[in-house]
């Protein structure tokens, strides 16, 4: 089951953490799998490389995580739309492949 998990702050998403496998399918033709990893490629490249938004991000093999640094700063209102949208877009993943999608939101309760 892949496993994605927001993290809310301050009443918006300032980050995820995706991790897992969906085994919809065979190794390289899960398209379960592929478009959960498509949508996070898009997503961190969109806050990193387009947005110029300062996140944290961790590819730790079968796990990425993405927080934004600064979540207040004018950069990050547009970076954290797009974690919303991506948040959203899972949401519909989730209820086209039941069972191997869980999404969770989780509140942080400081920054650090």
Same mark, same amino acid.
């Given at each position: ?33 592929? $478009?959960? /990893?498509? !949508? ?10 387009? #947005?110029?938004?300062? =996140? ?17 700063? $004018?950069? /990050?209102? !547009? ?10 877009? #899972?949401?519909?993943? =989730? ?18």
């Amino acid at each position: 089951m892949i496993e994605a998990e927001f993290l809310s702050y301050g009443g918006g998403l300032v980050g995820f953490s995706v991790s897992g496998h969906a085994d919809a399918g065979v190794f390289g033709r899960d398209i379960v799998c592929a $478009a959960v /990893s498509s !949508a996070v490629m898009l997503t961190a490249n969109t806050i990193t490389d387009y #947005l110029y938004c300062k =996140a944290d991000v961790k590819d730790q093999g079968n796990r990425i995580l993405l927080v934004i640094k600064d979540p207040d700063s $004018a950069m /990050s209102i !547009a970076a954290k739309q797009v974690i919303a949208s991506f948040h959203n877009h #899972l949401h519909e993943l =989730a209820k086209e492949s039941k069972g191997k999608i869980k999404v969770s939101v989780r509140e942080m309760r400081s920054r650090k």
